[in-house]
T-cell receptor, first 113, second 113 residues
Framework: SQTIHQWPATLVQPVGSPLSLECTVE??????LYWYRQAAGRGLQLLFY??????ISSEVPQNLSASRPQDRQFILSSKKLLLSDSGFYLC????????????FGQGTRLTVV | GENVEQHPSTLSVQEGDSAVIKCTYSDSASNYFPWYKQELGKGPQLIID?????GEKKDQRIAVTLNKTAKHFSLHITETQPEDSAVYFCAASTPAGRRALTFGSGTRLQVQP
């Protein structure tokens, strides 16, 4: 069966520090991968999606970047965190577009102080 | 691009009553409409979905209806239980264009025992 791992679960980082969140998927090949951000009490905002290794699409101009160095690995990064980067970050995967379920990881609670 | 609006933002019901959450979407090409349940501190989990070739789908106490003409879909939970308390998100997906789910802003459901 397929599983998705996301870590760390919680993270407190000072303003201006770098960020690296990692997500891996097991049990499937060539998944579509996504990073979403959820601000407190709000919906899920799509940040990045990837259809294959090295292929990244950005949805919102921001202080973050994403990379996909391996088929089932998706990394969210920042060189210098801002206070506004605080939130709940969710990684997800799906087998296709337009008609398929997305499976979410357990999320990373990031607090920038 | 697709825009999904969800109402209400909060909903409080007595145990055993029914709960209804409504969503509207803007892109008539959208063809897949999942509903997710998110418990505190966790990633969203799919609870039911519907495709554009179907008007209604039911799974035990949960049902979803879709009106393609009006571009709206609804989640119905009957005989609510305290464990139904969570945040619920609707989403829509199109087969082309933005290649990811677009989520509503969420509904916090509280079932009072």
């Amino acid at each position: 069966s397929q599983t998705i791992h996301q870590w760390p679960a919680t993270l407190v980082q000072p303003v201006g520090s770098p960020l690296s969140l990692e997500c891996t998927v097991e049990g499937t090949s060539n998944p579509n991968l996504y990073w979403y951000r959820q601000a407190a009490g709000r919906g899920l905002q799509l940040l990045f999606y990837s259809v294959g290794i090295g292929q990244i699409s950005s949805e919102v101009p921001q202080n973050l970047s994403a990379s996909r160095p391996q088929d089932r690995q998706f990394i969210l990064s920042s060189k210098k965190l801002l206070l506004s980067d605080s939130g709940f970050y969710l990684c997800a995967w799906s087998v296709g577009f337009g008609y398929t379920e997305a499976f979410f990881g357990q999320g990373t609670r990031l607090t920038v102080v | 691009g697709e825009n999904v609006e969800q109402h209400p933002s909060t909903l409080s019901v007595q145990e055993g009553d029914s709960a209804v959450i409504k969503c509207t979407y803007s892109d008539s090409a959208s063809n897949y409409f999942p509903w997710y349940k998110q418990e505190l501190g966790k990633g969203p989990q799919l609870i039911i979905d519907i495709r554009s070739n179907v008007g209604e789908k039911k799974d035990q106490r949960i049902a979803v209806t879709l009106n393609k003409t009006a571009k709206h879909f609804s989640l119905h939970i009957t005989e609510t239980q305290p464990e139904d308390s969570a945040v619920y998100f609707c989403a829509a997906s199109t087969p082309a264009g933005r290649r990811a789910l677009t989520f509503g802003s969420g509904t916090r459901l509280q079932v009072q025992p």
